[in-house]
């Protein structure tokens, strides 16, 4: 499969990098007082952590730690084999749009997507990208096609065509074709306009939840 040349450029990395930093800085910032009222609400909610981390997959199949705003119950992880056959998206990945694990604040954070803003961490320490594949759990890896690992050649991102496009509306091989598709045509224009998408979204939910 031809990729685009971009994606694999000294060029393109380096500014793609440049990027990165500057604009995960900026959010970080402007996000700040948001962070704060965030964190006490999850806090006051249920009196447990604030944060949340997790293990994903990253660029060649790399594991790392992920961040994000802790959205569901303190026990999420270990509830969710009793949800396993209520899954609602076909393929490599477990979606569910009344999950009985998500809280009462991680409900609004996640519509809005500001469960994700501590990815933003990740970003700068280099194990993610602001635009770019959402990033798997290894047990979905583990289920993937040669096909479905082309997506695993670039880092994982933030956001992504994927979020744009329909996001949990959408299907598992839907979100390897347009994280494919990104990967062929990723440019920093494309990547900018993405970004602005992602925002707008995040004042007016798509499917997330």
């Not at 990723?186 to 970004?195: F, G, T, Y």
Request: charged share 25%.
């Amino acid at each position: 499969m031809e990729k685009h040349s971009n994606i694999y450029s000294n060029f393109y990395l380096t500014v793609k990098r440049l990027f990165d930093i500057a604009a995960s800085l900026f959010a970080l910032l402007i996000t700040l007082p948001l962070t704060l009222v965030v964190s006490l609400c999850i806090y006051l909610d249920d009196r447990g952590p604030i944060f949340y981390t997790q293990e994903r997959i990253g660029k060649d199949g790399k594991p790392f730690r992920i961040y994000k705003f802790r959205s569901m119950c303190q026990n999420a992880d270990a509830k969710k084999k009793e949800l396993t056959e209520q899954n609602e998206v076909n393929g490599a990945m477990f979606k569910m749009s009344n999950d009985p694990r998500v809280t009462r604040v991680g409900c609004f954070i996640r519509r809005h997507s500001i469960d994700e803003l501590p990815q933003l961490i990740n970003v700068l320490l280099g194990n993610m990208t602001v635009v770019g594949p959402r990033p798997p759990l290894p047990e979905e890896v583990d289920q993937y096609s040669q096909h479905d690992k082309e997506r695993l050649k670039v880092k994982p991102g933030c956001t992504g065509l994927w979020q744009v496009s329909g996001r949990n509306s959408l299907d598992f091989d839907e979100m390897v074709e347009l994280d494919i598709d990104y990967i062929e045509h990723a440019s920093l224009l494309l990547d900018v306009k993405i970004c602005f998408k992602t925002v707008w979204i995040m004042i007016y939910p798509n499917e997330a939840y």
